[in-house]
């Protein structure tokens, strides 16, 4: 069974940096892409960065798209998103996803807090 583990959140002021990890336990997924989403409570869940099994394909939502860097080291089962310049309106928790064959897979979350 595959367990997806987030951390690094946290709060921050505007125009800091924070850096989330996901860690997979229980099978190794080096073979698929990988993404990150944020959800604010009372809001739908939304997309903000994915890689592909590699690490050399990547896609952002326009809203982060030069301040995040998301990225993986499959050799630790690890996906990383690195955030700066943070702003307020990035405020959420922020959840890792990894799609399989018939399934997906999301951690328990990890909440960022940035204050102005």
């Known amino acids: 069974q595959l367990v997806l583990v987030e951390s690094g959140g946290g709060s921050v002021q505007t125009g800091g940096s924070l850096r989330l990890s996901c860690a997979a336990s229980?099978?190794?997924?080096?073979?698929?892409?990988r993404n990150w989403f944020r959800q604010v409570p009372g809001k739908e869940r939304e997309f903000v960065a994915a890689i592909n099994w590699s690490g050399g394909i990547t896609n952002y939502a326009n809203s982060v798209k030069g301040r995040f860097t998301i990225y993986r080291d499959n050799t630790k089962n690890t996906m990383y998103l690195q955030m700066n310049s943070l702003k307020p309106e990035d405020t959420a928790d922020y959840y890792c996803n990894v799609e399989t064959p018939g399934r997906d897979f999301w951690g328990q979350g990890t909440q960022v807090t940035v204050s102005s």
């Open positions: 229980g099978r190794t997924i080096s073979t698929y892409a």
